[in-house]
């Protein structure tokens, strides 16, 4: 989904919806190119660009209803930048998915269908342990994922704010 926002609703001169959140803390390399919207339609025509947002709001509709449908929904982006991810899972929200459901989406779903929820997608004696800590509460307020204080992954710890500097990201 973050991939067709970006599509249908990104416009030239202004930071891409993936990257907003972060947008200050980015480098001023990768700034310049989130504000070229090279992946966005040509909407210079006000009639253009009132179709695309529609039809963007349709895909947000039909991602509704196909979670109310009980269809199963992987969570995933073709968008380069991990902290994408994030942002697929806020336009879920936005959708109308409540937060807690968007996790189970992005966490035993998506193990139950790739036949590893016996391993992880929930934390349980015996699974591994990767796993995130977040600063806040993504079930009530789903964009508090944005806020990683600690990485568990193949038994190593990771702090993100120790790691950023060398992509050239400023921490919060």
């Given at each position: 989904?973050?991939?067709?926002?970006?599509?249908?609703?990104?416009?030239?001169?202004?930071?891409?919806?993936i990257?907003?959140p972060?947008?200050?803390?980015?480098?001023?390399?990768?700034?310049?190119?989130?504000?070229?919207?090279?992946?966005?339609?040509?909407?210079?025509?006000?009639?253009?660009?009132?179709?695309?947002?529609a039809?963007y709001?349709?895909?947000?509709?039909?991602?509704?209803?196909?979670?109310?449908?009980?269809?199963?929904?992987?969570?995933?982006?073709?968008?380069?930048?991990?902290?994408?991810?994030?942002?697929?899972?806020?336009i879920?929200?936005?959708?109308?998915?409540?937060?807690?459901?968007?996790?189970?989406?992005a966490?035993i779903?998506?193990?139950?269908?790739?036949?590893?929820?016996?391993?992880?997608?929930?934390?349980?004696?015996?699974?591994?342990?990767d796993?995130?800590?977040?600063?806040?509460?993504?079930?009530?307020?789903?964009?508090?994922?944005?806020?990683?204080?600690?990485?568990?992954?193949?038994?190593?710890?990771?702090?993100?704010?120790?790691?950023?500097?060398?992509?050239?990201?400023?921490?919060?």
């Open positions: 989904m973050g991939v067709w926002e970006s599509t249908y609703l990104d416009r030239p001169g202004v930071a891409a919806r990257d907003a972060l947008f200050d803390r980015l480098p001023v390399q990768v700034q310049r190119g989130s504000k070229l919207a090279s992946d966005s339609l040509d909407a210079t025509d006000p009639a253009t660009d009132r179709l695309y947002r039809s709001a349709n895909m947000l509709r039909m991602l509704k209803k196909l979670y109310d449908s009980g269809i199963q929904i992987v969570a995933g982006t073709d968008a380069g930048s991990g902290y994408a991810f994030d942002r697929e899972l806020e879920y929200t936005e959708a109308g998915i409540p937060a807690s459901e968007t996790l189970r989406i966490t779903e998506a193990a139950k269908v790739m036949h590893r929820d016996s391993d992880l997608g929930s934390i349980a004696p015996g699974k591994l342990a796993m995130i800590l977040v600063n806040g509460a993504p079930t009530a307020h789903i964009s508090d994922i944005r806020h990683v204080d600690i990485v568990v992954k193949n038994g190593e710890v990771y702090r993100p704010a120790e790691l950023y500097p060398a992509f050239g990201i400023r921490a919060q």
